[in-house]
Nanobody, 123 residues
């Protein structure tokens, strides 16, 4: 099993920045891609960003491209999401995700989830 614990969420003004962290523990050697998804009430969990095992390739949703940056530190088993130029539309619960097979933009195929961290952007 793998445990994922997010941190770094909070309240920020529009135009501001936040950095989310997600620490993985357990059978981390089985992990391949790491990703972030987000969800607002009444909507499906949506893909935000993903990074390959080596960190050599990254993928972003069009809505966050150029504003968010995903990175990982394999020595610390941690993945980060730097959020900049935030707007009210970015308000959501952000979930860390881990996959043993590879990058997935589909929530239903993800192997492991964190508990989520709330990001609220005030306008």
């Amino acid at each position: 099993q793998v445990q994922l614990v997010e941190s770094g969420g909070g309240l920020v003004q529009a135009g501001g920045s936040l950095r989310l962290s997600c620490a993985a523990s357990g059978r981390t050697f089985s992990l391949n891609a790491l990703a972030w998804f987000r969800q607002v009430p009444g909507k499906e969990r949506e893909f935000v960003a993903a990074i390959t095992e080596s960190g050599g390739r990254t993928y972003y949703a069009d809505s966050v491209k150029g504003r968010f940056t995903i990175s990982r530190d394999n020595a610390k088993n941690t993945v980060y999401l730097q959020l900049t130029s935030l707007s009210a539309e970015d308000t959501a619960v952000y979930y860390c995700a881990a996959d043993t097979m590879g990058v997935s933009r589909t929530a239903r195929t993800i192997d492991y989830w964190g508990q989520g961290t709330q990001v609220t952007v005030s306008s």
